[in-house]
């Protein structure tokens, strides 16, 4: 099973500010890595999907990055509706699997 | 519009059985893989099954052991979850999730329904 570890597990920062979150799998998962935001009692959204491609309707300040097992959304100015928690998912092996999520929250 | 719902969370004793289904509207259902995600009470995603859009393909969590069962009827546009010998660590949040157009099979997920709180206590 491959295992994806986020860090950090909690980032405080303030709207404008740029967010960089990590992803990084126990071995390689080429370029099948998806990035998903939650906010609390909402259904997961597919934010980025093989590492950078923004799914539907994502806004253009949402980045992804990476490549094997070390990978990266940023976040180029945080919007009040951004904070949330964020989940990186592999789809390179079954059984899929998720990161333990980071919280973004505001300081 | 793509609408996912959900249905048959509730309350069961350990041990016992629960069937979740999944009604599909504003897509072809019938074309696509759709999936089972499922979250604890504040802790992350765990997926739990996957089922090929004819059904030929069927995957499972390990950590399931043979307790789950996912299915499909295309006709009626519906997936669908039987749960068996339910345990604590069983109680979730279950979502359906459906597969992008661009992935048969192993996949990430782009569009999920509200959930179904299934919650295993005696």
């Known amino acids: 099973e491959i295992v994806l570890t986020q860090s950090p597990a909690t980032l405080s920062l303030s709207p404008g500010e740029r967010a960089t979150l990590s992803c990084r799998a126990s071995q390689s998962v080429n370029s099948y890595l998806a990035w998903y935001q939650q906010k609390p009692g909402q259904a997961p959204r597919l934010l980025i999907y093989d590492v950078s491609s923004r799914a539907t309707g994502i806004p253009a300040r949402f980045s992804g990055s990476g490549s094997g097992t070390d990978f990266t959304l940023a976040i180029s100015r945080l919007e009040p509706e951004d904070f949330a928690v964020y989940y990186c998912q592999q789809r390179s092996n079954w059984p899929l699997t998720f990161g333990g999520g980071t919280k973004v929250e505001i300081k | 519009e793509v609408q996912l719902v959900e249905s048959g969370g509730g309350l069961v004793k350990p041990g016992g059985s629960l069937r979740l289904s999944c009604a599909a509207s504003?897509?072809?259902?019938?074309?696509?893989?759709m999936n089972w995600v499922r979250q604890a009470p504040g802790k992350g995603l765990e997926w739990v099954s996957s089922i090929s859009s004819s059904s030929n393909h069927i995957y499972y969590a390990d950590s399931l052991k043979g307790r789950f069962t996912i299915s499909r009827d295309n006709a009626k546009n519906s997936v669908y979850l039987q749960m068996s010998s339910l345990r604590a660590e069983d109680t979730a949040v279950y979502y359906c999730a459906r597969n992008p157009p661009f992935i048969a099979l192993r996949s990430y997920f782009d569009y999920w329904g509200q959930g179904t709180l299934v919650t295993v206590s005696s």
């Open positions: 504003g897509f072809t259902f019938s074309s696509y893989t």
